[in-house]
T-cell receptor, first 109, second 115 residues
Framework: LAKTTQPISMDSYEGQEVNITCSHN???????ITWYQQFPSQGPRFIIQ???TKVTNEVASLFIPADRKSSTLSLPRVSLSDTAVYYC??????????FGTGTRLQVFP | DTGVSQDPRHKITKRGQNVTFRCDPI?????LYWYRQTLGQGPEFLTY????????KSRLLSDRFSAERPKGSFSTLEIQRTEQGDSAMYLC?????????????FGPGTRLTVL
């Protein structure tokens, strides 16, 4: 399974755009890039998934370059409630999830 | 609320006791996963079921751990002879099998404290 590397922590202020980059140099052809969000004392929550180029939903955008060796989760205009841990995963379809330690995002007022 | 429920939410036990946790997945989901999470770490995969069949078990799942999903609906995770190192959050997740889509719905977890 492809290993992912992402920053341990990030700080932002309310209203700013936050971009979290994840590297996955040995991603396989059939791997999908998936992001989960986790609040304290809760289970992780699916945010977005993509294979290539750009994916956007009501919560976030995911940018994937042509070589797919990295990806960037973009959160527009964050609020205090976006303070959470964000996990980047690469998974070959419906399968067990292998989580790293994630990126701890702290949003300040 | 994701639709996945876990019971109990908290469990405190003494070392050496047996504990059992229950997970009720979203009813139409045929896949059910168990994960364990310790403080500051991401969840670690333990095992998963497709319907009633247990398809994979992690090396983390020692012989003190057993999981069942007897009718392909709810699942139980039992830990025998608990150790202090078993203290963690135990998470259950469910999903459908959909090629190319891997959204799992997680429950709130059961926090186990072994004294």
């Amino acid at each position: 399974l492809a290993k992912t590397t992402q920053p341990i922590s990030m700080d932002s202020y309310e209203g700013q755009e936050v971009n979290i980059t994840c590297s996955h140099n040995n991603i396989a052809t059939n791997d999908y890039i998936t992001w989960y969000q986790q609040f304290p004392s809760q289970g992780p929550r699916f945010i977005i998934q993509g294979y290539k180029t750009k994916v956007t939903n009501e919560v976030a955008s995911l940018f994937i370059p042509a070589d797919r060796k990295s990806s960037t989760l973009s959160l527009p205009r964050v609020s205090l409630s976006d303070t959470a841990v964000y996990y980047c995963l690469v998974v070959p379809g419906p399968d067990k999830l292998i989580f790293g330690t994630g990126t701890r995002l702290q949003v300040f007022p | 609320d994701t639709g996945v429920s876990q019971d109990p939410r908290h469990k405190i036990t003494k070392r050496g006791q047996n504990v059992t946790f229950r997970c009720d997945p979203i009813s139409e989901h045929n896949r059910l996963y168990w994960y364990r999470q310790t403080l500051g770490q991401g969840p670690e995969f333990l095992t998963y079921f497709q319907n009633e069949a247990q398809l994979e078990k992690s090396r983390l799942l020692s012989d003190r751990f057993s999981a069942e999903r007897p009718k392909g609906s709810f699942s139980t995770l039992e830990i025998q002879r608990t150790e202090q190192g078993d203290s963690a959050m135990y998470l259950c997740a469910s999903s459908t099998w959909d090629r190319g889509h891997n959204e799992q719905f997680f429950g709130p977890g059961t926090r186990l404290t072994v004294l």
